[in-house]
C-alpha cells in the first residue's frame, strides 16, 4: 500500500511517497493530474511490484507528455534499482536531483542511508567515501551496494 503526502510550496507540488507500489497503485488518483511541477520524495518507497513498475513508468510518461516538470529526489534504493535495469523507469535522467546511498557499519552491521545530490555524485565519480555510524557513534560505515550497477545512470547522463 502506497500513501502519498502533498504539500504545496511556491509553484510545485511535493509529494512523499511511503510504502509499496503494486498492482492496484493509482498514482494518477494519488498524485492527481496538476499542471507545473511535481517533486517526488521516493526516500520511504520499499518495494515495487512488476505491476507497480508498469504503473510508474505509465504515470511518470503521462506527466512528461503534458509538459509537467518532474524532479526526483531522495530516490530510495528500490527506485535506483528499477533505474538500473530498466531503461525507461526514469525517461529523464536529469530529473534525478538525489538518491539515497545504503551504507553499512563495519562494527555494529547497523545499516542507515544517506541522501547525496547527484552533483557530488558526479564529482565523487561514484566513489562515495567511508561515513561515521550514526547507530554505534564509533564504527565505520561503507557503501552497501555494487557501484557499478547503483550507480550507473551516472554514465548516462554524462554521455547526452
Known sequence: ML?????????ALEVRLVGTIEEDTDLAQLIGDFPGELHVNSKEVSRLSSHGVRHWIRY????QERGVHVKHVACSSTIMQQVSFISN???DLSSIESVCVPYLCQRCRGQFVSVVKVK????????????????CGVGTARFDDIELEYFSFLNKLQTR
Open 89 to 91: 523507469f526514469i525517461e
Open 60 to 63: 511518470f510518461r503521462g506527466l
Open 120 to 135: 557530488q555524485l558526479i564529482k565523487l565519480k561514484a566513489q562515495v567515501p567511508p561515513m561515521s555510524c550514526p547507530k
Open 3 to 11: 500513501n502519498v503526502i502533498k504539500e504545496f510550496r511556491k509553484n
